[in-house]
């Protein structure tokens, strides 16, 4: 019979490439890793590993193996969840992935009022940015996935990427415009909107890896490429850099609310850019109470921002 602990070592193995590395990321012994492995093999009736030298490589059955790792391995926590919460434990634990601006913006306030009403369940928190954050969610990394794509923009074949979400339970949360962010006393600081054209010799500070590709995208249709001279993750060194006359930028709505735009002023963009802000998981894992507790929470916060 497999065993569950037994697939989270050869996922390790499989992301790692080798015994030792994948025992350093699950907190045991490389002889520990070694004997799961041998063990595993066993229940198979086959070699999973081929090992050359110090190169680890799966076999065809370990490739099969590894790819429904991860389902079996989120079915069997749906699983134990559910069970428990019928049983009337009352505790439940959720793992939350978030990009920065639905950090600062939804999951405070979420988290707040799911602690209130479930003070059993516990609740982590890490950031990344999509794709990662639903390549986290398909791997088994997380329970929930905050993530957004830009509206309007081709959709991806069945299969195509991090933007196919079909196979996914999406629960809308909110659509995010983004806006212009010029430095004060800037010609157009006091408009009520510009055309982004109207931007075109401007010195540019552009934000996230995807923001930055939409950025030029928008600007490649209106007839320009920006000039991006200052590039960062960071949504407040954004804002900084604007508010100090190095440039201009435009944000998520979403990013701007969570920061003091000093020495900046917010201006609407035409033509209007949306991204569509959502709450992903695996649909197993959308019937664990601590979870669809998770998913109402984040969509009542999503709607006090725009009310």
């Not at 070592?9 to 012994?29: K, M």
């Not at 079996?72 to 439940?92: D, P, S, Y």
Request: charged share 20%.
């Amino acid at each position: 019979m497999i065993e569950a602990r037994h697939l989270r070592v050869l996922r390790a193995v499989a992301a790692t490439g080798s015994f030792s590395a994948a025992a350093r990321e699950l907190g045991c012994t490389q002889p520990a890793v070694s004997q799961q492995m041998k063990a595993l093999e066993s229940s198979a009736g086959t070699p999973l590993l081929v090992r050359t030298g110090r190169e680890t490589r799966l076999t065809q059955a370990g490739e099969a193996l590894v790819r429904h790792a991860s389902g079996i391995l989120a079915g069997l926590t749906a699983a134990e969840e559910e069970v428990a919460a019928i049983a009337g434990l009352r505790a439940g634990r959720v793992r939350l992935v978030s990009f920065p601006s639905g950090s600062s913006a939804l999951v405070p306030t979420a988290l707040a009022a799911l602690r209130a009403e479930h003070p059993g369940t516990r609740v982590s928190l890490v950031e990344a940015e999509p794709p990662r954050s639903v390549e986290m969610l398909r791997e088994g990394d997380c329970d929930v996935a905050l993530a957004f794509r830009y509206a309007g923009g081709p959709r991806p074949p069945v299969g195509g990427g991090a933007d196919d979400w079909t196979d996914l339970v999406v629960r809308p949360l909110l659509t995010d415009r983004l806006v212009g962010l010029v430095p004060e006393g800037h010609r157009f600081a006091d408009a009520g909107s510009v055309g982004i054209a109207e931007l075109a010799e401007e010195s540019w500070i552009a934000g996230c890896p995807r923001c930055r590709r939409q950025l030029v995208q928008v600007c490649e249709a209106a007839g320009f490429v920006p000039r991006i001279d200052f590039a960062t993750d960071d949504y407040p060194a954004v804002v900084g850099l604007v508010g100090a006359g190095l440039g201009v930028a435009v944000l998520p709505e979403l990013a701007v609310e969570s920061v003091r735009p000093r020495g900046a002023r917010t201006v609407a963009v035409q033509p209007a850019v949306e991204r569509e802000v959502v709450a992903l998981t695996l649909p197993d894992l959308a019937q664990v109470p601590a979870v669809a507790a998770t998913l109402d929470r984040l969509a009542a916060a999503a709607t006090a921002t725009r009310t």
